[in-house]
RNA sequence: GGGCGUAUAGCUCAGUUGGUUAGAGCGCCACGUUGACAUCGUGGAGGUCACAGAUUCGAGUUCUGUUACGCCCACCA
């Protein structure tokens, strides 16, 4: 046999992952065709920021995703992935700025709107490819020819018609009110781009004397530089301290002004004095207490948060925390402040900015969701669409029934710019496709689109929509996303009523929600704390298989997962034991013909061959399971314990014997291993894409020029024709023995490399006939000279007395001329006669207790029975070896 | 203030509908470089399943409460 072909020692993954990435892309492997002959399996990409670089999170996201295209590809499903990336408004217009910036070159504000939007497009065309070219190095099965950019023409289409659309049916609405403000990026926010945290401020108290000069009234604050917008003074209209002051008015300190005491529910008499100032047009509580009582709204701050001029000269200009501590200073001065204390409160953050929000009054386009919500909710509540796991739908439902308006207007340039124009002389307003006619009289409004007003629309906007397109007919709904649970209301949700609205249909069935990556110590992955490892540096040390695997078998369903680069250990020596399983198969010879079915009369199977074509069946079916119910990872353990456990360390091993013996044996060996590893080789495909593609090429499974990702992925049940439990049993009670035999070997400390000489007595005749055809393969297991098997006691007398376990069908002795510590023999065998007793003392009180035995269903009770049996059975074997000893 | 999640071996985690003696990987100890693989093999040590109750013939698994950690939501001046 020539062994032309022979593999390198180990698996090498970059010439791998250099070789077929490219053969996949060029061949169009992973073009998605309206093909009616098949069913469509089809999943848009969560789309990634363009100014994104890979991380972690990201792997694990496509990996499963890749996995689900690649497995339905090999169910026999046209598949699609739908890839593409995202505008990003904030976050890309900030990085270019900062870009512009470090070149020394003019900023947004220096270069104006168009040509500011110039050098954005100029800085996506350059550095907008870097994430989508990443996503190829871990082997990702997009459809690239299908790439889409949210701001490309056609998606900005639907965006304007979708806005069009929600504006005539009333819901897209102009409007003055609170909302919240991001003094860096300068623009609004919606409520879900801001992050509350817990920090420590101070809660001041401050003196408002009454106008009348008949004392002062005690307001605590923790934002004492808001007072230039005070309007009022609340205090609980039932609160006997202050019900009579209500009408009066008081001084506002530091300026000349004189506001009311107001009766309002909204000032709790239990927290701090009772009296709360009331700022309407920088809280939301005191907007609404405003607008009960006709207060003025006074706005004090500027786009940056610095203080305007209402606040008067002195604090005109100050950023927000100077002014607050010279605000304090000036009243200290007065004699108006009582005290002051820590707290620890809330704090809205913007997402981008990562600094304290504003909430202020301001004219912004808002969208009212509380329509669009109600089929998005009977979406999810009728199990049309479903989430795994299924908790997160409780969260959902609590916020679609809770939905608030959504502000949709970002005063930044980039991004889609409403379609909104302004005719200031007629005071109107057009809003539609395209710009109106006599452009001279009209001026577009100057805001542009919260980023996600696109990213809603993802799901059909990247199939041509509003054309009716033959893609969308195919592959609309999609079927599955995978997605990270912290944008379920950004997106997922959105998704849903944006389907539902302008598809009449959901947009996609299942949603996986993936788990929270974090450092191994538990922290989150972020860019400052310098935690978050770089994918490319792992997949050029590990290899991208290596990296898929191991993510997705320490990612457990719904928790956070914490990773760090070593864990991808896992990964790559299992892909190394995967190619050395195929490099000893290739050594036996040529590839035979039993890749595909199995040639063989199955009467003439072995019982391993038998046992080990079981086993992989029993895995395919467990994986089929893991596959239906989104559980991955308990595919990838089960794959882990098939290749390394049961295919190499018993059945290759065992089968050695066989394939160093005659013809015929090593024939039918080597079909069985083709039969075996080429399964194992397609089961584990969606998970190591490299690799398999790799070896079922140099085993000669697969044709040059062909995919296994076209081949068919296994079924269960493929190989009933083969089945035997009562083998199957026999195989693994023989297993069971030789480990048993096994630790006799090493308790007596005898190297591994020396062979020794075995008895096994059989329990009765079927056991021995059955050990008998296997006594090569027991040699073989246990590096043993000679394995010989008995109904007889071991005989003692010419050799002495020997170290003996037991197992389910026989006693495995090794004999070693003379050299046995009888009373470390009798101690073990004590040991164990004592377990043994406490078990049978444990189950014949549970087969004594009347409930027991009338209460546990049938089979349970039997089983116990049948259990005491064989321990009664196996403690008497104990027995007799100890009296074997004396 | 509400909601959700987690707690099992030194570490990271499995443990499907309650059913003998709770598993894996890594780490650790001992032995082994036999012609697939030291990115390996064999054997071993290591857990009163967070705590307290309840249900049950039987609880890591179901229920209640407690504790700890984490996350989400909420207008706490």
């Known amino acids: 046999m020539s062994h032309i072909h022979e593999l390198p020692k180990a698996y090498v993954p970059a010439d791998a992952e250099a070789k077929w990435y490219p053969f996949w892309e060029e061949n169009k492997l992973f073009h998605g065709r ?64 900062k870009s ?32 989508i070219s990443q996503l190829r190095k871990l082997g990702t099965a997009c459809d690239w020819e299908r790439e889409r950019f949210t701001m490309d023409e056609g998606l900005s289409r639907a965006v304007r018609k979708v806005f069009v659309e929600l504006y005539k049916k009333g819901y897209i609405y102009r409007g003055q009110r609170m909302i919240n403000w991001c003094p860096v990026s300068k623009t609004a926010l919606s409520d879900e781009e801001v992050i509350y945290k817990e920090v420590d401020g101070k809660f001041y108290h401050i003196k408002y004397p009454l106008a009348d000069g008949s004392g002062f009234l005690e307001v605590a604050t923790t934002r004492p530089e808001t007072m230039f917008g005070d309007t009022a003074v609340a205090v609980n209209p039932d609160d006997p301290r202050y019900r009579h002051l209500i009408g009066k008015m008081v001084k506002l300190p530091l300026t000349d002004r004189e506001i009311p005491i107001i009766g309002d529910e909204h000032a709790d008499p239990e927290k701090g004095s009772g009296c709360v100032k009331i700022t ?40 927000r925390y100077a002014a607050r501590d010279k605000v304090m200073a000036e009243l200290e001065k007065l004699g108006l402040v009582i005290g002051v204390e820590p707290i620890r409160h809330a704090v809205g953050f913007s997402e981008r900015g990562d600094v304290p929000i504003e909430t202020l009054i301001s004219y912004q386009w808002f969208c009212n969701m509380k329509e669009l919500a109600k089929p998005a909710i009977d979406a999810v509540e009728s199990g049309k669409i479903k989430f795994y796991p299924e908790r ?95 944008i ?128 992989i069946d029993a895995a395919v079916g467990s994986i089929e399971t893991a596959f239906r119910e ?11 314990e098939l290749v390394w456990s049961k295919v190499c360390d018993w059945f290759v091993e065992s089968e050695k014997v066989r394939l160093r013996g005659g013809e015929a044996e090593k024939l039918q060996a080597v079909r069985v291993l083709d039969y075996v590893i080429f399964k194992v080789l397609r089961l584990l495909h969606p998970f190591m894409p490299f690799v398999t593609e790799e070896l079922a090429h140099s085993m000669g499974y697969v044709e040059d020029g062909e995919s296994i990702m076209n081949e068919r992925y296994p079924e269960p049940g493929e190989d009933g024709v083969f089945a035997d439990a009562e083998i199957v049993k026999y195989v693994e009670s023989k297993f069971a023995l030789v480990s048993a035999g096994r630790a006799l070997r090493s308790n007596c400390d005898i190297p591994d490399n020396r062979k020794v000489r075995y008895y096994i007595k059989a329990v009765d005749a079927a056991a021995a006939d059955f050990l008998n055809t296997e006594v090569e393969s027991l040699k073989m297991l246990m590096n043993a000279s000679d394995v010989e098997i008995g109904l007889a006691d071991y005989d003692a007398a010419g050799s002495g007395a020997a ?41 014949e009180a549970k087969l004594r207790n009347e409930r027991f035995v009338a209460k546990a269903p049938a089979q349970v009770v039997e089983d116990a029975k049948r259990q005491l049996e064989e321990l009664k059975q196996k403690l008497e074997r104990v027995n007799e070896l100890l009296s074997a000893l004396d």
């Open 488 to 615: 379920i209301f950004f997106w997922v949700a959105r998704m849903i009523m944006a389907g539902c609205e302008f598809m009449g249909e959901i947009p996609f069935r299942n949603v996986y929600f993936t788990s929270i990556i974090r450092d191994d110590t538990g922290r989150k992955l972020s860019k400052s704390l310098g935690n978050s490892p770089d994918p490319l540096d792992v997949i050029a040390e590990y290899g991208a298989d290596a990296l898929r695997f191991s993510i997705i078998y320490i990612a457990p369903v719904g928790m956070d997962i914490r990773y760090s680069n070593d864990k991808c250990e896992l990964g790559r020596n299992f892909a190394n034991k995967l190619w050395n399983c195929c490099r000893f198969r290739q050594m036996q010879g040529e590839v035979s013909d039993s890749f595909r079915k199995l040639n063989a009369d199955p009467s003439g199977l072995t019982a391993d061959e038998k046992w080990m074509i079981a086993s």
């Open 392 to 486: 997160w739908s409780k969260t959902y439902f609590h916020w679609m029934e809770n939905i608030q308006d959504w502000c949709i207007s970002r005063q930044i340039w980039w991004g889609h710019r409403i379609p909104a124009w302004y005719n200031d002389a007629a005071g109107e307003v057009y809003v539609g496709m395209e710009a109106p006619s006599a452009p001279g009289k009209w001026r577009q409004e100057e805001d542009v689109l919260d980023t996600w007003f696109s990213s809603w629309l993802w799901p059909f906007s990247i199939q041509g929509w509003p054309d009716d397109t033959a893609e969308l007919k195919y592959f609309y709904p999609t079927c599955d996303l995978v997605t990270g649970p912290d």
């Open 280 to 319: 309407p047009a920088h809280d939301p509580n005191d907007f609404l207490v405003g607008q009960r009582h006709n207060l003025e709204v006074i706005n004090i701050m500027n786009a940056d948060a610095s203080l305007n001029d209402r606040a008067g000269k002195e604090f005109s200009g100050l950023d």
């Open 100 to 131: 512009l910036k470090a070149a020394g070159q003019p900023g947004r504000d220096e270069l104006g709107r168009e040509k500011f939007i110039a050098k954005v497009w100029d800085w996506k065309e350059k550095y907008g490819g870097t994430i």
């Open 34 to 97: 309206v093909n009616p002959d098949k069913p469509a399996y089809s999943i848009v990409i969560p789309p990634p920021n363009v100014t994104g670089i890979l991380t972690i999170g990201h792997v694990l996201n496509n990996t499963l995703q890749d996995i689900l295209i690649r497995y339905h590809r090999m169910r026999g499903y046209e598949v699609c992935w739908f890839p593409g990336t995202d505008h990003a408004g904030i976050a890309t217009e900030s990085k270019v700025q």
């Open 803 to 843: 170290p003996s376990a037991i197992g389910d069908i026989g006693t495995v002795y090794l004999p070693l001329a003379g050299v046995i510590d009888l009373d470390a023999e009798r101690a073990k065998l004590k040991k164990q006669r004592g377990e043994f007793e406490g078990w049978i003392r444990g189950t």
């Open 630 to 640: 989104f559980r991955f990872h308990s595919a990838a353990h089960e794959l882990y």
